[in-house]
């Protein structure tokens, strides 16, 4: 079998993960941790690229692997234009659309210009995986009741993707035959349905669905809006209140589960209440996504970073067991995603996907 040495890169707003593959086999793993002082510096996201490109190659030499070994470079996508799902190779319009952070700041932005940055020094290729922007809404899941905005897709697609994958592959069944609710749970929560390989409907975890370890999740539209015009807060406060100083994180001054879950185990009653409504916010999420296929679905399938925790798990499954059965896929695997979206592409199976 050809050996294909891919390197893969998730930047986040704190770290930026990396691994080098040798096809499905990693040769290492590594977190690259960002302190805050070391971030401040930087106005914008996009003015951190050498700073973490430098390191990418450090650890790179640090890990005995060279540029010239490798055949292809991926990154983490970030919210390109609306687009299908699949692999893309890096372009120059991409490029721009990455720059300008086309809808929006986040540090996935990040991904395809490392990618394309690495690649380019010995000529291989450079590709994104499934980015947030992924857009396979049905008609009806884009209306509100606001003909000036509309519901856009926007969503942890990259692990929720190779995920149901996964899934596929246990049930032994076609991926495009399923109907599963898919929901990814990590510091954003977002609750999707999955009919014939599309996400036909999603909640944005920056503005809509459940509150998450450190997003607001959906809020009575006019308490907002008093509060935008109280005259007491920025835009920027406002975001931050809605993105990254929200939910667990407003509530209780963590946005760790395991921590919540140590004062839940204590007796701290506010911390019960607070991770049960989180818990009820995500189960009533799926409820409404089981209606958009009529209730006739496969599984609900649980992931990210807060599927390891039983207490929640169980917190939601008593809720939403009547619907599906549950399945649990815990953690984010989003490197060994972009490896095997890179894999299909480099091996034939798939045919790469032009950006425009
Ligand atoms: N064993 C666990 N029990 C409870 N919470 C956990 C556990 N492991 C991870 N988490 C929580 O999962 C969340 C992070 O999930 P993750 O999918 O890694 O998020 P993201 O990639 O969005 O930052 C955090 O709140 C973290 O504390
Ligand atoms: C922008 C939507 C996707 C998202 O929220 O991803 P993270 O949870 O990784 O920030």
Same mark, same amino acid.
């Given at each position: ?55 990418? #190659?450090?650890?790179?030499?640090? *890990?005995?692997?060279?540029? @010239? ?21 890096? *372009? ?16 996935? *932005? ?22 947030? @922007?992924?857009?396979?809404? #049905? ?13 856009? @897709? ?68 006019? %308490? ?31 946005? %760790? ?7 839940? $185990?204590?007796? %701290?009653?506010?911390? $019960? ?50 619907? @599906? ?6 953690? #984010? ?16 199976? #798939? ?6």
């Amino acid at each position: 079998m050809q050996q294909y040495k891919i390197l893969a890169i998730n930047p986040g707003s704190t770290s930026t993960k990396i691994a080098v593959y040798t096809n499905e086999q990693p040769d290492f793993e590594q977190v690259i941790r960002h302190n805050a002082d070391e971030l401040k510096e930087f106005s914008k996201i996009i003015d951190q690229y050498e700073y973490r490109r430098q390191l990418v #190659e450090k650890a790179l030499i640090d *890990n005995n692997v060279k540029i @010239s070994e490798l055949s292809a470079v991926v990154g983490r996508g970030g919210p390109l234009k609306p687009l299908a799902s699949g692999t893309y190779v890096v *372009n120059d319009v991409m490029v721009e659309d990455l720059k300008i952070g086309v809808q929006a700041e986040h540090a996935s *932005n990040l991904g395809g210009l490392l990618a394309r940055g690495i690649a380019s020094q010995t000529g291989i290729p450079a590709f994104i995986v499934d980015p947030v @922007s992924v857009d396979e809404l #049905e008609p009806l899941a884009r209306i509100t009741g606001m003909p000036e905005i509309s519901r856009r @897709s926007l969503f942890q697609a990259l692990n929720l993707k190779a995920v149901a994958r996964r899934v596929a592959k246990d049930l032994q069944q076609d991926y495009n035959s399923l109907t599963l609710i898919m929901v990814h749970l990590g510091g954003g929560i977002s609750v999707g349905v999955q009919r014939g390989g599309r996400m036909i409907d999603v909640t944005n975890p920056n503005d809509a669905g459940p509150f998450s370890p450190e997003r607001a999740g959906c809020l009575p539209t006019h %308490d907002l809006v008093k509060m935008c015009f109280s005259g007491n807060y920025t835009i920027s406060d406002i975001r931050k209140k809605l993105v990254g100083n929200a939910g667990l994180v407003a509530h209780l001054g963590t946005n %760790d589960g395991r921590e919540v879950e140590k004062r839940i $185990t204590a007796g %701290d009653t506010k911390a $019960t209440l607070v991770y049960e409504a989180m818990a009820y916010q995500v189960a009533k999420e799926i409820g409404a996504m089981a209606t958009v296929v009529s209730g006739s679905i496969h599984a609900i399938v649980l992931t990210g970073g807060l599927a390891y925790s039983q207490m929640l798990v169980k917190m939601i499954t008593d809720r939403v067991k009547f619907i @599906s059965q549950v399945l649990i896929y815990p953690g #984010e695997n989003e490197l060994q995603a972009l490896v095997e979206g890179t894999l299909r592409v480099l091996r034939g199976e #798939e045919q790469p996907k032009i950006y425009e």
